[in-house]
DNA sequence: GGGATAGTCAAGTGGTAGCTTAAGTATCCA
DNA sequence: TGGATACTTAAGCTACCACTTGACTATCCC
């Protein structure tokens, strides 16, 4: 099995796979916010969101640094754009498997058809 | 606890999540292929691979159809833009988020300085 | 018909995810 | 100084995930 590159992908899509986790995502889009501030918005506890900030940090989707005791959070645009990024080159490469479909297809209606 | 409505999104990103399910996408942009094809290109059992497509086709990522007893797969486009959709979204919207505080530090710039 | 092929279904297993509570550390401020 | 605030860490619990094996169905083709 193919795993050791696939690491970073992983993180990734797991990170993202989480309905809390996406909703720090699209609370941090509108700008940043605090631990306490987070966990209110989730309905879950500080400790359970700590722990979501941790897997957003690792897969580079949430940066954070603290300040005397608080510790604000901000998006970090390279996770996702490693994700759209990875998105797009299947989309690519598939639509280039649909044009070679094609031209096979025109080649053969060339031969058979005149 | 709470149990987790499987949100489309949901679903999507979990899909996307595990590195044999890429592996499959990987796969299917380059051209269908047959279960046991995909097993093989995996190397887990033909059941595995199953209940991944399973997986892969709740979240609209891949489609199969059935001719005798072999089952066609390919990609199913409207995953792939649907993930992508949810990440320029976000992407766009912390965007504007930067533009706005752009603005407002233009704006303090101007009353304070000169 | 009957053996090989292709896939499906069900149950079981080891590992991991997400959440909680509880106890700790560091910082602020009256 | 000392109490309140903000976060951190550890342990434990439940549910779910990826995978396997083994039995099963459907189809192909000699």
Do not use: Y
């Amino acid at each position: 099995m193919l795993k050791r590159k696939a690491e970073a992908a992983d993180r990734l899509f797991h990170a993202l796979a989480d309905a809390n986790r996406r909703a720090v995502i699209e609370r941090l889009t509108r700008g940043p916010a605090t631990v306490s501030e987070l966990a209110a918005h989730l309905g879950v506890t500080v400790a359970a969101t700590v722990q979501h900030l941790q897997v957003l940090q690792d897969s580079e989707l949430v940066r954070s640094e603290k300040n005397g005791r608080v510790r604000t959070c901000r998006i970090d645009p390279a996770g996702l754009r490693s994700a759209e990024a990875w998105l797009q080159r299947q989309r690519t490469a598939w639509e280039h498997s649909l044009d070679r479909l094609g031209a096979v297809l025109d080649d053969r209606t060339k031969e058979s058809g005149s």
